[in-house]
């Protein structure tokens, strides 16, 4: 995949969170955050279902033995992203939110990077980068 692809998926991604992010939000407004996280779930699992059957894909989906468990979490971890979300939109809104999510997902990034898979090393401007991304979010916040 080219580099321009993969932004242009990283893009869509960030659209898809943003407009992802409001639309629970609202549901939570609407219900709760537990029953909004519920309802988005089941939803985009339906959504994935039909397209795995479009595509064709449903052997993959029914070889799941060499899967290990942990990679389960995923779906957890995914559940709780659209949970809290729709908890902070709240007291936040919907851009100091976002803000929060993206530097959080970046720093995590840096440490999943450098101290899990090692595939990067950390230098003085990935230091001054983290510190300008608190001080950034500081002053947006605020």
């Known amino acids: 995949m080219s ?8 893009v ?5 969170t943003a407009l992802e992010s409001f639309i629970n939000g609202e549901l939570g407004k609407n219900t709760s ?3 909004a996280t519920f309802i988005s779930l089941v939803v985009g699992a339906i959504f994935f279902l ?21 990679f389960l979490l995923g779906g ?8 809290f979300t729709t908890k902070a939109i709240p007291g936040l809104g919907l851009s100091n939110t976002l803000i929060v999510i993206v530097v959080s997902q970046i720093l995590i990034g ?4 450098i101290v899990v898979l090692k595939e990067q090393s950390m230098h003085l401007y990935k230091y ?15």
């Open 33 to 35: 955050p537990l029953i």
């Open 76 to 83: 957890i971890f995914g559940g709780f992203i659209i949970y």
């Open 50 to 70: 039909i397209s795995i059957f479009l595509t064709g894909n449903t052997n993959s989906l029914l070889d799941l033995s060499s899967i290990s468990p942990k």
């Open 110 to 113: 840096f440490f999943m990077d």
């Open 128 to 142: 001054i980068g983290a510190i300008l991304l608190f001080i950034g979010t500081f002053f947006i916040v605020s």
């Open 3 to 10: 580099q321009i692809v993969a932004i242009l998926f990283a």
């Open 12 to 16: 869509l991604a960030g659209g898809s």
